[in-house]
């Protein structure tokens, strides 16, 4: 369902292969005779934001999942920067570069927002269980824990409590946690799921800020977050793909509209 070329502005520029950073090939899983994901042919071209989007039902999170090996697939395979991950264990492909945000970016209220950021960069740094240390030795990575928290606007809740953050303000937080692990890849599921419209724009720019050098490929429910900021968007169905482009193609194909909305021609509308 993907181009040979890439759409670029008003032309069109062919897309080689080394630009494509995450491809999966026939990949499909069965539960007990439910076919949840089938035959997806899916490739995430480097430095876009690729949104995922479709119905409730539509295997979205299963596809997530066997993406970041919580779930082996039936059939085909995963291949992240030309190589073949379908056999990695979750905490292999984390350290290849591909992290998913609710998934490593726990935020834990009894801790500060700078405590929950240096607490990611122990993780990567294989420190995490170094309890016997003396907190001192954990000052230099204040420097980058400030640095990230500037990166998602929480330099000036450093020293709260996790606890005390609104919402949308501790979502910023997970991303922040996410990005102290470096990720060459971002999956986020649903980034403004529960938001209110001010935390919404907040989290879609930030999201649009923190996408300059890396490449997210997120699910996202809210049809105006995914119209200002993918660059390409992949339509799911029941677990197979029925529609894959620009937002101005995939929101006129019939079979997405009908998807979406239960009539040929009714149009899908943000919400």
């Given at each position: ?5 890439a ?17 999966t ?5 069965q539960f ?8 997806v ?6 430095g ?5 989007i ?11 999942n066997?993406?970041?090996k919580?779930?082996?697939?039936s059939?085909?395979?995963i291949?992240y ?5 379908t ?6 492909t ?35 269980f ?18 990230l ?30 990005m ?25 720019a930030?999201i ?7 490449t ?24 197979v ?8 193609q995939?929101?006129a ?19």
């Amino acid at each position: 369902m993907v181009d040979d070329c890439a759409e670029q502005g008003e032309g069109r520029v062919m897309a080689i292969p080394d630009s494509f950073i995450l491809e999966t090939k026939g990949l499909s899983k069965q539960f007990k005779g439910f076919v949840a994901v089938s035959n997806v042919d899916l490739a995430v071209q480097r430095g876009h934001i690729h949104a995922l989007i479709g119905p409730n039902g539509a295997g979205k999170t299963t596809f997530f999942n066997l993406l970041t090996k919580f779930l082996v697939p039936s059939a085909g395979s995963i291949h992240y920067k030309g190589v073949d991950i379908t056999q990695e264990k979750p905490a292999q492909t984390a350290r290849m570069g591909i992290v998913r945000s609710f998934q490593i970016s726990a935020v834990f209220s009894h801790m500060t927002v700078l405590e929950n950021v240096r607490g990611a960069l122990q993780r990567r740094l294989g420190n995490s269980f170094h309890f016997w240390k003396g907190e001192r030795t954990l000052l230099p990575l204040h420097e980058r824990a400030r640095e990230l928290l500037a990166e998602v606007d929480l330099l000036d809740f450093a020293d709260e409590l996790t606890a005390s953050l609104p919402y949308g303000r501790k979502r910023a937080l997970e991303l922040a946690t996410t990005m102290a692990l470096e990720p060459e890849l971002m999956l986020l599921d649903e980034p403004t799921q529960g938001m209110g419209h001010e935390d919404v724009s907040r989290v879609t720019a930030l999201i649009k800020r923190l996408s300059v050098g890396r490449t997210i490929l997120m699910v996202e429910h809210n049809m105006n977050v995914v119209a200002s900021i993918a660059d390409r968007i992949t339509v799911l169905q029941r677990g197979v793909i029925i529609a894959d482009g620009t937002y101005a193609q995939v929101s006129a194909d019939p079979l997405v509209i009908e998807a979406y909305m239960g009539a040929p021609d009714a149009a899908l509308q943000g919400s």
